[in-house]
């Protein structure tokens, strides 16, 4: 007992110098969450799928997972870091048992983070190649183009391929391949013809990836406070040049019918569960949800901060930009329709590269347009950039909560951060070989995506509302927030609507299963295995920290172990070591985790005999303390 006493009393010695580092100015919270949550998934991710699905049909399941879902989450994810001043690592150990939680999100954000840098790379490609006196993928004179090859705008090439195509189409087959299709497939990916066909590295493209890296290194290496710093640029700038390239897509010829498309829902595509289950796994992926990276930035915040306000702010700007990147693409896709001769929904193959079709089509199509390139495709790199600075710091994060004394050491920080950076680079080079695009689809779908968000969005809620208590966790919500909302969304939608909603999603997800496919390739059953396996990568963690937690961590019957297995982890220790009375024992597990000398406190030790003492004791638990007891 003394020398645990002394130990206490040695770490509150040393409180100031582990503090937990707070956002200099509260935008910077706005800034930084902007920053790694508008990004590729709205400019890149959100128009692929709304193509893939039907267009304004995609719409009408997505704004309703907004409600019952991505914003929830979002909102409980900020105010968990909020409460707990704690990264991702250990913020659920408000529920011991769970703590696996904090690590899965942490393996998707690995994930995410590596394929990302893929898309970067391809970002930094096409910024280069836009600096070539003639854009590669606005002519069929290149190398690697094939004779099927035509440039939309030229009336006598299309119509001598259609001519062509018309003639032998029995003998020979001939479909007419725009030159920018052209450049995505053979130029950049020279994509070959499945997985068992991986090919060599692609020197260009693995030169952007090391470039990718290095660039995000030296931006993240000096922390959060420098971070901070650099997503005032980068969370702005690609925003305004989106809207210049909106305008430009709007004055085509037939773009009207490409924002037409957009806008009008097909309901018999809403009869199709793919669209329903795309499109909630579009709002978890675009909200930046569990993969702990707005746990981190909660966790910067002041404990008494209306991050309310922020995250409905925050919530209309991710679908604001999402909807804007849709007009963009949709009318690009109207004008490439009327130009073919071609329904819209037949102009280009869904997919990842739907991007990188449309969006240089139509920089081919506005003066100087090899200057109007270099800034897209940095616009596109720096909204990329962002989401992977706030990822990285998230990761970075993680590993100094857990160790915070082994950090404070020189430069230990700032090698742990380059291994992570080369170990990431070293995984994303297997998607920059011929066959790296049908890698790449893995990713996309099973790694950060789909059944392990949904499985960890459900599981957050739960965690917070069955657990830990949602009265007892809305007290502190409204006493962090300032005020206590007139209709208790969030409130009903963690306790019952979210976990129910996305439950529903993954059982339907598991009846209606189709096999993985890119474009008319199927993936082998091999292939899917490891799909699978990437899946459960991150999801497995908490039903197996749960069961180790419970078996191994916890003393007495199953009711004490349970008792042990939901009640956070200051608490626990406090009512085991100072034997405190039920009565203090209730009010300090009502206290957060981090805020000291609050006013409650003060009451409670005027009014509470014999609980001054414990009130001293239970100062909020320290870094060291938090990293020796997990």
């Known amino acids: 007992m003394a020398k645990e006493e002394t130990r206490e009393l040695n770490l509150n010695s040393q409180e100031s110098e ?141 119509t001598i391929l259609n001519r062509t195509a018309n003639l032998t189409n029995l003998s020979y087959n001939v479909t007419p391949t725009s030159s920018v299709v052209e450049f995505w497939e053979r130029g950049v990916l020279n994509k070959s013809s499945g997985l068992g066909e991986m090919g060599s590295v692609q020197w260009e493209l693995l030169l952007c990836l090391l470039l990718t890296w290095v660039v995000m290194y030296f931006c993240i290496w000096k922390g959060i406070g420098w971070t901070s710093k650099v997503v005032y640029f980068t969370a702005t700038f690609p925003l305004l040049l989106l809207f210049v390239l909106l305008i430009r897509g709007l004055t085509l010829d037939g773009a009207m019918d490409g924002v037409i498309y957009y806008l009008k829902p097909d309901l018999e595509k809403l009869k199709n569960t793919q669209v329903w289950l795309d ?109 992977e600075f706030v990822g990285l710091e998230t990761m970075i994060a993680a590993f100094v909560d857990l160790y915070p004394v082994w950090f404070k050491k020189p430069w230990r920080k700032e090698l742990v951060l380059a291994g992570l950076c080369c170990i990431q680079f070293l995984i994303g080079i297997s998607m920059i070989t011929n066959g790296g695009v049908y890698v790449f689809h893995i990713f996309d779908n099973y790694a950060a995506t789909g059944w392990c968000l949904l499985f960890l969005g459900m599981m957050e809620c739960i965690a917070v509302s069955w657990f830990f208590g949602i009265e007892r966790f809305w007290k502190h919500v409204c006493e962090m927030i300032g005020f206590e909302p007139t209709i208790p969304w969030f409130k009903w939608s963690w306790a019952v609507i979210t976990p129910l909603s996305t439950s529903v999603l993954m059982v339907i997800s598991l009846v209606f299963y189709k096999r993985l496919k890119y474009h008319t390739y199927v993936y082998p059953d091999w292939a899917l295995v490891i799909c699978w396996l990437m899946t459960l990568s991150s999801i497995s963690w908490v039903p197996g920290y749960a069961l180790y937690f419970f078996f191994y961590e916890t ?25 405190l009375t039920d009565e203090a024992g209730d009010f300090l597990e009502m206290e957060p985790f981090y805020n000291e000398g609050s006013e409650s406190a003060r009451k409670m030790e005027d009014s509470t005999p014999g609980v001054e003492q414990a009130l001293v004791d239970q100062q909020p638990p320290k870094y060291e303390d938090i990293g020796h007891s997990v």
């Open 555 to 579: 003393k007495g019957d199953l009711k004490q172990r349970w008792q042990q297995c939901i009640t956070p982890k200051g608490e626990t220790t406090l009512k085991t070591s100072k034997g």
């Open 279 to 387: 499109a909630a796994n579009q709002v978890f992926f675009s909200y930046a949800i569990c993969k702990g990276m707005i746990i981190t930035m909660g966790s910067y915040n002041d404990y008494k901060y209306n991050s309310y306000r922020d995250c409905l702010f925050l919530s209309c700007l991710n679908s604001g930009v999402s909807l804007i990147a849709g007009f963009a693409i949709f009318s690009v896709l109207g004008f490439m329709a009327k130009e073919q001769g071609v329904r819209i929904e037949d102009v280009a193959v869904s997919g990842p590269g739907l991007a990188f079709i449309a969006y240089p089509k139509a920089l081919t199509l506005m003066p100087m347009p090899q200057f109007w390139g270099c800034l897209f495709f940095f616009m596109l790199f720096l909204l990329g950039l962002d989401s």
């Open 18 to 158: 582990n503090s937990r580092e707070k956002w200099k100015r509260k935008i910077d919270f706005v800034f930084s969450i902007a920053g790694g949550f508008v990004g590729l998934g709205n400019v890149w991710r959100f128009p692929y799928l709304c193509y893939k699905n039907g267009g304004g049909a995609f719409l009408v399941p997505y704004f309703l997972f907004v409600f019952v879902g991505s914003l929830p989450v979002f909102f409980l994810e900020v105010v968990i870091g909020q409460y707990t001043s704690m990264g991702s690592s250990l913020a659920f150990n408000m529920v011991p048992m769970l703590k696996g939680i904090g690590i899965a999100v942490n393996v998707i954000n690995f994930h995410l983070n590596t394929y990302y840098a893929v898309i970067l790379a391809w970002s930094v490609r096409y910024f280069f190649a836009s600096m070539s006196k003639t854009l590669p993928w606005s002519t069929c004179k290149n190398e690697f183009n094939t004779p099927n090859c035509f440039v939309f705008g030229e009336e006598n090439n299309m």
